[in-house]
T-cell receptor, first 111, second 109 residues
Framework: DAEITQSPRHKITETGRQVTLACHQT?????MFWYRQDLGHGLRLIHY???????NKGEVSDGYSVSRSNTEDLPLTLESAASSQTSVYFC??????????FGPGTRLTVT | AQRVTQPEKLLSVFKGAPVELKCNYS??????LFWYVQYSRQRLQLLLR??SRESIKGFTADLNKGETSFHLKKPFAQEEDSAMYYC???????????FGTGTRLTIIP
């Protein structure tokens, strides 16, 4: 069955380290999104992509980057992790005009 | 700029009682509105979208453009409705979503 997966599911890292969160979908969707979920803020869009080699900044993109080298993957990189980036991160994908399908989430703690 | 407001962070309702989760939005064009739900230990999933006009798990939501609202309603709450509910908006022709801050619904047995 087609699905969307994220890895790792839990990650603890230190301030200043580079961290990459993986997102992989097997639906062949063109659109992929990264959100962070924080209490009191709901889900906020970090970056998104509408196809291979396309990337766009979302509402809270500072300190994050993404690259899209194929249809299936959109890794999210924290260049230099900060305590403010402790959060739960969700990846999602969709086909044009359709609902977004979400991954299980990655809980990141920056100490 | 587009904005979604869910005024209630927490809502507790007795089983069998009616449920209404409020959602108001701000958008200058024609929006598309959604409700997403996240049950305990599960991933976020679409509950319903206004263009489909469906009733899912007994929930309905009507887009009121005059009041810029998209409230989620269910006439008789069930224990399995306990979850986190997010209202979301997509601008016309836009794929990305703007989410509200969410409402945690607890159904009291």
């Amino acid at each position: 069955d087609a699905e969307i997966t994220q890895s790792p599911r839990h990650k603890i890292t230190e301030t200043g380290r580079q961290v990459t969160l993986a997102c992989h979908q097997t639906w062949n969707h063109n659109n992929m999104f990264w959100y962070r979920q924080d209490l009191g803020h709901g889900l906020r869009l970090i970056h998104y992509s509408y196809g291979v080699h396309d990337t766009n900044k979302g509402e809270v993109s500072d300190g994050y980057s993404v690259s899209r080298s194929n249809t299936e993957d959109l890794p999210l990189t924290l260049e230099s992790a900060a305590s403010s980036q402790t959060s739960v991160y969700f990846c999602a994908s969709s086909e044009t005009g359709a609902e977004q399908y979400f991954g299980p989430g990655t809980r990141l703690t920056v100490t | 700029a587009q904005r979604v407001t869910q005024p209630e962070k927490l809502l507790s309702v007795f089983k069998g009682a009616p449920v209404e989760l409020k959602c108001n939005y701000s958008y200058s064009g024609s929006p598309e509105l959604f409700w997403y739900v996240q049950y305990s230990r599960q991933r976020l999933q679409l509950l319903l979208r206004h263009i489909s006009r469906e009733s899912i798990k007994g929930f309905t939501a009507d887009l009121n453009k005059g009041e810029t609202s998209f409230h989620l309603k269910k006439p008789f709450a069930q224990e399995e409705d306990s979850a986190m509910y997010y209202c979301a908006l997509a601008g016309f022709g836009n794929e990305k979503l703007t989410f509200g801050t969410g409402t945690r619904l607890t159904i009291i047995p």
